[in-house]
């Protein structure tokens, strides 16, 4: 099936109690069990109708064999952490979400857990990054809030040729979602999605998807799901599969809008520099039409009077809201460095005060051209 007809129907089935057409919100603990032992379900953190249909959804999506929920991208990618043990390593994009360097920094490093940062699009940086003990590779394309690519079926070839056990691929998809690349079928083993942005898509819900396909690697990552137990309830299920319904229609719209405002700052007076991976002076733009099925919804820009015009303009828009998060209907604004990656100041990730990231929505991009018009002019 194409991905249009998967997003509305992929993994789903009318419910089987009353043939609604909707998967509905099983919004209960616990499920009567007529023998001991035999019921489908029993207890709602171990499994709840309303999360398999979202689980599945995300599964189909991917094309993946398997899908898991939880209750935030972080708790996701905790639990991918979880496959690794004191003294184990990772090597990470060096322009990773910045609570995803957190948990690295100060969590994981707390349990004997190294990361490496590297340039993720230069794969001699990345297997000379390599150790005996490195479990994982981390990957974000594009990244945020540079949109750098990483070229995934090159990094799995790379890592194919590594000793076993050899690190496994894992592909933070958030940016992209589904609809713009499926990992998995480049050769990654593990994708993850903060399901809070473009999935749920109405920045009313915080989620967090894995999609794989290895049936060893998936009881360990179920079994940690029910053991740790950061499970999503079923009404942030229910929005989540809500959202994913119209995943094709407001991708393509949020791809179309973002490719015109990205071509409409790169001429600009008052802007520096505009990273849109759709734009031919993107460095990495072979790559972006090779991997990616349109650029997606996201795009940074330097402002060229500096950190005080980045913050004006970030502050004069009308249309665009000024705040965190992304992947949501309506158009989004802020300034990384003090915002969103605040978390990474004064760390080799930090990023330009002079950066303000765009979440491009789904209104008319004239109208959100003629707001950046008047907030640039005024920066
Ligand atoms: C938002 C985000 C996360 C974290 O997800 P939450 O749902 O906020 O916990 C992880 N990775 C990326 C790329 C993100 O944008």
Redesign the pocket.
């Known amino acids: 099936m194409h991905f249009d007809t998967l997003a509305v129907h992929g993994g789903q089935e009318p419910d089987p109690a009353f043939g609604a057409v909707m998967t509905p919100i099983y919004q209960t603990s616990t499920f009567a069990q007529h023998r001991i032992g035999e019921a489908k379900y029993d207890y709602a953190r171990t499994a709840n109708p309303t999360r398999t249909a979202l689980q599945r959804a995300i599964a189909a999506l991917e094309h993946a064999k398997h899908g898991l929920a939880f209750a935030?991208?972080?708790a996701a990618?905790d639990t991918v952490l979880r496959l690794l043990k004191p003294g184990d390593h990772l090597v990470a994009s060096n322009d990773v979400?910045g609570?995803?360097y957190r948990i690295f920094k100060r969590v994981y490093e707390d349990y004997g857990v190294r990361a490496t940062f590297v340039e993720m699009g230069d794969l001699s940086a990345v297997r000379a990054a390599l150790e005996p003990r490195t479990r994982l590779i981390w990957v974000?394309t594009p990244t945020?809030p540079l949109l750098k690519l990483a070229d995934i079926a090159a990094l799995a070839e790379l890592l194919r040729s590594q000793p076993l056990p050899r690190p496994l691929l894992v592909v933070?998809n958030?940016?992209a979602s589904p609809f713009i690349q499926q990992p998995l079928r480049l050769g990654a083993d593990i994708v993850v999605h903060?399901a809070?942005?473009y999935l749920g898509g109405h920045s009313d819900v915080?989620?967090?998807l894995i999609a794989l396909n290895d049936d060893e690697l998936h009881a360990r990552l179920k079994f940690l799901q029910n053991a740790v137990g950061a499970v999503p309830g079923p009404l942030d299920c229910f929005l989540v599969l809500r959202g994913i319904k119209t995943l094709h229609l407001r991708m393509a719209r949020h791809c179309a809008s973002a490719l015109r405002i990205a071509t409409w700052l790169e001429s600009h007076p008052a802007v520096a520099r505009v990273y849109y991976p759709g734009l031919p002076s993107h460095p990495q733009h072979e790559l972006a039409r090779r991997q990616m099925h349109g650029f997606g919804g996201m795009i940074a820009f330097l402002a060229k009077g500096g950190a005080e015009a980045a913050r004006r303009i970030a502050e004069s828009t009308r249309l665009f809201t000024l705040a965190e998060s992304?992947g949501g209907v309506e158009s989004l604004i802020e300034v990384p460095a003090a915002m969103t990656h605040l978390s990474v100041a004064q760390s080799p990730l930090a990023v330009d005060p002079a950066l303000v990231r765009l979440s491009v929505g789904v209104e008319d991009p004239e109208d959100l051209i003629a707001d950046l018009d008047q907030a640039l002019r005024g920066s």
């Open positions: 935030s991208g972080m990618i979400y609570g995803t974000e945020n933070d958030t940016f903060s809070t942005k915080v989620n967090g992304l």
